[in-house]
């Protein structure tokens, strides 16, 4: 339709409407103005105009009753028409008189069983409106629409009795109208703090308030948060009567605003305060109340080499430890964060340097001889005292951060090394790879170097290579490490990966990283047929290749469950069968003048 049609559709509603003393009404589905005649204009003080558009419950419903409408509306369906409801609105040309309008709804245009347009045609009632029968039966009007509604609404008198109380009020709380009515609010509304008291004597004064947040507690005692929204009721005269209350259940809401705050200042592996948290931590804290603050900052030693033994899981482990740890070594006012990574930071308000010390000395002493897996949890310490406001907090931490790296670079070696004797023990719990094994390979291993002339240094690093060439497996189940039927297919898989895997957890350490690259080529093959990179001849370390014989003839002389020991004569043989093949021709021959 274009605007000259429409202009002439209105001209005609306008011709056959303005005269009339009745409001009448065009609302298109959604419950927009489309048209109204002139009545209407004088009663809501808006030309048409600059009413269209709007929605019906905006212009002709009192405040509180807005959102009982807006729902009430949204259900209306064409075989509800035609019906008649009483309303009550302020006619804002004759001093915000309160007028009661009697209002037929019916269906304009219904195709489908979608109403397009509504028409309604209001009759102004006040002046019929003289005694209390008659407001008695508009209250019964209202209370229909009330408990139709899927909105929460309960009214109360001036003295805060309730006076109505929707289904869906009942619903919500669980007190019945027959529980409540006639009785005071605050019997079924808990005000601990006198919040909604006040908001409702505000209301009394002819005040309406929004978005009102409070807990309350359910006839099962089940706790909720409600939003609620009050209004000044007002009688036919627009005298305040009482209050409208319109209430919903916000918990779930609470509840997911109240996770989200948690996780934006948490860590959420350790569940203690993140880096966010602190930064505004410190903003707080930049009083002279507070001086003087202890901050220690910690550093978990040893986590990359946690990650590359175990993976990252037991490495989420030990920093859940490392927590634990904090938390049970400091008060409970103090701050605890993780900074980022392995680093943790500790705010300690209102101490001394000796309180911080003695914290600091708390927290070693509690993380002795704790351990996941194998693995010691060994925390590096760096504690200052911020004693003055002037000292800024980014020159206070990395003050902190600095004597902790100082004491970490101590202690780190220490720690490292503990942590591969630790692994170490934990393999000879549960494998063949015992200290007997690797003392009887070095004999023969030392035989073959000294033959090919390796110097002191290459002969150093082929006993810790011996030492420790299948540390990688520590973290294979004993089930395959012991077991003494043939491996399947997928066991096989498992084990061919421990080369690489010690090649990760030497390779952060400082004292084995450089015989990393003979662990991880020690069950390469002479002609190219080993993993797990698959090198061939010298290009295979020396070392690598001196300790494959050296393994495979510890194995041969000493059996296994799963393989009896050979002989002397049987030993030669395989070498001689396997030599070029799985080992170094030259150190074969070399080999075997030995044996």
Not at 58 to 67: D, M, Q
């Amino acid at each position: 339709m274009n605007n000259k049609d429409t202009d002439n559709k209105y001209n005609f509603y306008s011709i056959i409407t303005d005269y009339l003393d009745n409001l009448i009404i065009i609302l298109d589905q959604k419950g927009k103005i489309e048209y109204y005649n002139k009545a209407c204009e004088n009663i809501t003080g808006f030309e048409l105009e600059k009413a269209r558009g709007k929605y019906y419950w905006e212009l002709f419903c009192l405040p509180e009753e807005k959102e009982l409408y807006k729902s009430f509306f949204s259900m209306l369906r064409p075989d509800q028409y035609p019906l008649e409801l009483e309303t009550q609105l302020i006619n804002k040309n004759e001093n915000d008189t309160v007028l009661t309008i009697l209002w037929k709804y019916n269906a304009l245009n219904v195709k489908d069983g979608v109403i397009k347009y509504h028409i309604l045609n209001g009759t102004d009632l006040t002046s019929q409106i003289k005694d209390k029968k008659d407001l008695q039966e508009l209250g019964e009007k209202y209370r229909t629409i009330l408990h139709a509604s899927p909105v929460s609404v309960i009214s109360i008198d001036t003295d805060f009795y309730i006076k109505s109380w929707s289904s869906a009020a009942e619903y919500l709380l669980g007190w019945s109208e027959k529980d409540v009515i006639e009785k005071e609010l605050f019997l079924y509304l808990n005000d601990p703090d006198n919040i909604l008291y006040s908001y409702c004597e505000s209301a009394l004064e002819g005040n309406i308030t929004k978005d009102l947040e409070l807990s309350c507690f359910r006839k099962d005692g089940s706790n909720i948060s409600v939003n609620f929204s009050l209004a000044p009721k007002r009688d036919y005269k627009g005298t305040i009567d009482g209050i409208v209350m319109v209430i919903f259940d916000i918990t779930k809401r609470k509840e997911a605003e109240e996770k989200i705050r948690y996780l934006s200042f948490h860590d959420s592996l350790t569940g203690l305060y993140n880096r966010r948290f602190l930064e505004e931590e410190m903003k707080r804290l930049e009083t002279k109340r507070q001086l003087p603050i202890g901050i220690i900052m910690v550093d978990l030693n040893g986590l990359k080499l946690t990650n590359d033994t175990y993976g990252h899981k037991v490495g989420d482990d030990m920093l859940k430890y490392a927590a634990k740890i904090l938390i049970n070594s400091c008060r409970k006012e103090d701050i605890i964060a993780r900074w980022g990574g392995d680093e943790f930071v500790i705010f300690l308000p209102q101490v001394t340097k000796e309180d911080t010390d003695n914290i600091s000395k708390r927290i070693k002493e509690n993380s002795k001889d704790t351990y996941v897996e194998n693995i010691p949890v060994s925390l590096s310490l760096g504690a200052v005292i911020k004693d003055k406001l002037d000292k800024s907090w980014e020159l206070i931490i990395q003050e902190a951060e600095d004597i902790m790296y100082n004491n970490k670079l101590e202690e780190s070696k220490e720690t490292k090394r503990n942590i591969i004797n630790s692994l170490l023990e934990g393999l000879e719990a549960k494998s063949y790879e015992t200290k007997e094994h690797a003392r009887r390979m070095q004999d023969i291993a030392l035989k073959i170097a000294q033959d090919t002339k390796l110097s002191n240094t290459d002969l150093e690093r082929l006993k810790q290579l011996i030492k420790i060439h299948d540390i990688g497996k520590i973290n294979i189940s004993k089930d395959i490490l012991m077991k003494k039927e043939p491996l399947t297919e997928k066991e096989w898989d498992i084990i061919k990966k421990h080369p690489e895997t010690g090649y990760r957890i030497v390779r952060a350490t400082e004292e084995y990283a450089h015989i990393a690259e003979d662990i991880l080529a020690h069950h390469e093959c002479f002609d190219g047929s080993g993993y797990p990179r698959g090198l061939k001849g010298e290009k295979i370390p020396i070392l690598a290749r001196i300790v494959a014989i050296a393994d495979a003839y510890e194995v041969m002389s000493s059996g296994r469950p799963y393989k009896e020991s050979l002989s002397r004569e049987e030993i030669i043989d395989e070498f001689k069968r396997c030599s070029a093949k799985q080992f170094d021709p030259e150190l074969v021959e070399i080999f075997l003048k030995y044996i």
